[in-house]
């Protein structure tokens, strides 16, 4: 099972940007999907974006179309996703997963433990 680790959350104003990311303990993450989801308080978890293993194939919730990109640094087993123009909405923690399928279509069967986002005015 490969381990992942997520960072780069934190407190953040309305208006501002986050860069999350993934970092996977082992090298075939790089011919993973990867996918991003979120959890806010009292909700249930929702698919964010998500990214086949070549990059080719991205996918967005409308929640954060337009305003998220992701980025893939194979050298250290590691995605990024940031995310602009942040939201109250955005609150919430965020998790990603591996596909190792490598489609970013799922099954999203490794997870990692989370960051949370707030987002403040």
């Known amino acids: 099972q490969v381990q992942l680790v997520e960072s780069g959350g934190g407190l953040a104003q309305i208006g501002g940007s986050l860069r999350l990311s993934c970092v996977a303990s082992?090298?075939?993450?790089?011919?993973?999907?990867v996918g991003w989801f979120r959890r806010a308080p009292g909700k249930e978890r929702e698919f964010v974006a998500a990214?086949?293993?070549?990059?080719?194939?991205?996918y967005y919730a409308d929640s954060v179309k337009g305003r998220a990109t992701f980025s893939r640094d194979n050298a250290k087993n590691t995605v990024h996703l940031q995310i602009n123009n942040l939201k109250l909405t955005d609150t919430a923690t965020y998790y990603c997963?591996?596909?190792?399928?490598?489609?970013?279509?799922?099954?999203?069967?490794?997870w990692g433990q989370g960051t949370q986002v707030t987002v403040a005015s």
């Open positions: 997963a591996a596909d190792r399928t490598g489609t970013g279509s799922g099954p999203w069967k490794d």
């Open positions: 990214m086949s293993w070549t990059g080719t194939n991205q």
């Open positions: 082992e090298r075939a993450f790089n011919n993973y999907g």
